[in-house]
């Protein structure tokens, strides 16, 4: 297959990226770059420099790579920062989003595969998460993800696109070329790795007096290389509709901070800090849909071996991407 990867220059994007590349696809990555990385982009793939906005370079892109299909990681992804520039979430995520669909119809591309969240479910009532419970987000990142699946779900219904909407729980790890480099960094095992080489002075735990075993929130972290296989597979799938990727397994953060002073073997500073704003106490994704549907066999079940990939990466770039 030929697939254009909107987005191929980020975290998840990258990793995808190279390994449908590894697989014998094709691949051209279109991205802004406003966020990702042009050292991120596997050399072995196509690289437009473009934004979703310029419907009329996004169409030319298009139409040059004939691709099979389309996997859309282009969105901005701070929860925090949604809450402040709410109108910066919609705007891209929802309708530049709409001009990648245009390009899809345009171009008679067969399939959209679509990077969604475990922000769609907001505080669920319900562990683990299926793909029935209600979908409530509590930020404008969560809903803007939202809209875009019932945008993709109404193209699928009057015009025939096809479409797979993958809700990722908290994607972690790396692979030996690629990894998270995020300007700022809000995810927690990044930032713990900073802890523990010193970059920062410690790591902030964000409330221990949930309610959960030792206090601090739990979430279910799943290999990006996972989330990869996850996406190969949709794209191959005829499934249309909505998917939750998780292991259905969950660590605290204080085991994260843990399993990364276990891998790296440095000390690692730790100060009690207020809880963070619409932090759920526990986030467990119910996977079954997936494994049955898409035949998805995630790897990597284990925290150590996620947190493994993501400090041997960062051993390779101490100081991220340089470009
Ligand atoms: N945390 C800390 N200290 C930090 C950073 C994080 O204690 O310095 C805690 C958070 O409070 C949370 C956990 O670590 O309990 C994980 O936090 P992340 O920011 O790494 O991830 P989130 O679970 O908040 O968010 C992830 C994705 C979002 C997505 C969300 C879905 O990054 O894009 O899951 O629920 F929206």
């Known amino acids: 297959m030929h697939v254009f990867i909107a987005g191929g220059a980020g975290y998840i994007g990258s990793c995808t990226t190279e390994y449908l590349l590894d697989h014998g696809h094709q691949v051209t990555v279109f991205d802004a770059l406003l966020n990702g990385h042009r050292q991120a982009v596997d050399p072995r793939a196509n690289f437009v420099k473009g934004n979703l906005a310029e419907l009329d370079v996004l169409e030319a892109a298009v139409e040059q790579a004939r691709p099979d299909g389309i996997i859309h990681f282009a969105a901005f992804i701070e929860v925090g920062e949604s809450m402040k520039d709410p109108l910066k979430y919609f705007r891209n995520n929802?309708?530049?989003?709409?001009?990648?669909?245009?390009?899809?119809?345009d171009n008679g591309v067969r399939k959209v595969v679509f990077s969604s969240t475990a922000a769609v479910y907001g505080m669920p009532r319900h562990l683990p998460i299926a793909e029935q419970e209600p979908k409530q987000p509590i930020n404008p990142y969560g809903e803007s993800k939202l809209m875009f699946e019932k945008i993709l779900d109404w193209q699928h219904q009057l015009r025939g696109l096809q479409y797979t909407a993958l809700r990722y729980f908290n994607a972690a790890g790396a692979t030996q070329a690629h990894g998270e480099d995020h300007h700022p960094e809000t995810h927690l095992i990044p930032l713990v790795m900073q802890a523990a080489t010193g970059e920062r002075r410690q790591i902030f735990i964000y409330?221990?007096?949930?309610?959960?075993?030792?206090g601090t929130c739990s979430r279910d972290y799943i290999h990006v290389l996972d989330l990869a296989q996850?996406?190969?597979?949709?794209?191959?799938?005829?499934?249309?509709?909505?998917?939750?990727?998780?292991t259905g397994g969950g660590n605290s953060v204080k085991q994260v901070i843990d399993a990364?002073?276990?891998?790296c073997g440095h000390d690692i500073p730790v100060e009690?800090?207020?809880?963070?704003?619409?932090d759920p106490a526990r986030l467990v994704a119910d996977s079954a849909a997936a494994k049955r549907i898409l035949?998805?066999?995630?790897?990597?079940?284990?925290?150590?071996a996620i947190v493994e990939s993501a400090w041997a990466w960062k051993q390779r770039?101490?100081?991220?991407y340089q470009e």
């Open 94 to 105: 929802v309708a530049n989003a709409i001009n990648l669909c245009q390009a899809a119809a």
């Open 207 to 214: 409330g221990d007096d949930y309610d959960t075993p030792d």
């Open 230 to 246: 996850a996406h190969l597979l949709a794209l191959e799938s005829d499934y249309c509709g909505s998917l939750n990727l998780g």
């Open 260 to 263: 990364v002073r276990r891998v």
């Open 272 to 278: 009690i800090a207020p809880r963070r704003p619409g």
């Open 295 to 304: 035949g998805w066999k995630p790897q990597f079940e284990n925290l150590d």
């Open 317 to 320: 770039h101490p100081h991220g």
